[in-house]
């Protein structure tokens, strides 16, 4: 299976800051027929199931700000939230979809300083 | 508008069987992919398994084959997760998600989770 390492396990950052969150692949996970990385990224709040935010690594979901943006290559991949907003407080996880099965990272914690 | 509507919580005993729904609308089902996905209580996201309703085509995670199985009903546009036999450590929230699919040259890919349903909360204790 890949492995997906999440870091940190929790940052706290203030209104209005930045927000770094990375994910690491065990293996790559680039397939050159179509040049994309099969990463996404999903935030998750309090009670609530995942959202998708990204998908190919950088390309932002339709009605997701653009304070959220995706980016990484090999197999280093980056979560930025820039302005970060009351509402961005929420567990943000990478996934893999390259290979079956399909592995998450464990989760990044974001709150306010 | 694409919705997965997932069937109630559930109270169960060890032992116990148990059958959990997800039902789809919106969109041809028969054409993508349905996911299950569990999360522990206070724990991250991980992937059971996954189905095509097209051909009922289905692949489970090694941790979890033979413990869960997924199943479909077209007629109903519903997917399906059941166990046999529940363990205390079942305890989860089970979510089913539809996953968007590409198509590279003449392969198809399967690619990103998209929408996901509500949630079954799956509690198991004697």
């Known amino acids: 299976d890949i492995v997906m390492t999440q870091s940190p396990d929790s940052l706290a950052v203030s209104l209005g800051g930045r927000a770094t969150i990375n994910c690491k692949s065990s293996q790559g996970v680039f397939f050159s027929s179509n040049n994309k990385y099969y990463i996404a990224w999903y935030q998750q709040k309090p009670g609530q199931p995942p959202k998708l935010l990204i998908y190919?690594?950088?390309t932002r979901e339709s009605g997701v700000p653009d304070r959220f943006s995706g980016g990484g290559s090999g197999t280093d991949f980056t979560l930025t939230i820039s302005d970060l907003q009351a509402e961005d407080v929420a567990v943000y996880y990478c996934q893999q979809y390259y290979k079956t099965p399909q592995t998450f990272g464990q989760g990044t914690k974001v709150e306010i300083k | 508008e694409v919705r997965l509507v997932q069937s109630g919580a559930e109270v169960k005993k060890p032992g116990e069987s148990l059958r959990i729904s997800c039902k789809a609308s919106g969109y041809n089902f028969a054409d993508y992919w349905i996911a299950w996905v569990r999360q522990m209580p206070g724990s991250g996201l991980e992937w059971l398994g996954v189905?095509?309703?097209?051909?009922?085509?289905?692949r489970y995670s090694p941790s979890f084959q033979g413990h869960v199985t997924i199943s479909t009903d077209k007629s109903f546009n519903t997917a399906y997760l059941q166990w046999s036999s529940l363990k205390a450590s079942d305890t989860a929230m089970y979510y089913c998600?539809?996953?968007?699919?590409?198509?590279?040259?003449?392969?198809?890919?399967?690619?990103?989770?998209?929408?996901w349903g509500q949630g079954t909360l799956v509690s198991v204790s004697s």
């Open positions: 189905i095509y309703p097209g051909d009922s085509d289905t």
């Open positions: 998600a539809r996953q968007q699919q590409v198509e590279v040259g003449s392969v198809t890919h399967k690619a990103w989770f998209d929408p």
């Open positions: 190919w690594a950088s």
